[in-house]
């Protein structure tokens, strides 16, 4: 992953890049949204995270972190534990967003 990341020049705008393979199990595994807190040395709640799959941001959410799901294609909340902070339908509404949660 890092070296996708520095050959796609994103490298100076990303503080850290995680993989699962580091704890072994996948989303929504709660390890995964774990080591995101651990890597950081912050506490979950703290930590803004995006996705645009539902299943993730619910999970996120119940693991409690601030979370914004991108819809963009209508689709239905999930019936799992948690819920996203915020919803939006693009991308380019996270800007204003991102510094409210």
Known sequence: LDAVVQASRLGMLIDAVFSVEAVGVY???????????????????????????????????????????????????????????RMVQSLAELPALVGAL
């Open 27 to 85: 989303k929504p595994h709660p390890k995964v949204y774990q080591l995101a807190a651990d890597r950081l040395g912050i506490a979950a709640s703290a930590i803004a995270f995006q996705s645009s799959n539902a299943w993730d941001a619910y999970a996120a959410s119940a693991f409690g972190m601030q979370v914004v799901w991108c819809n963009r294609y209508g689709q239905r909340p999930e019936r799992l534990p948690g819920k996203p902070d």
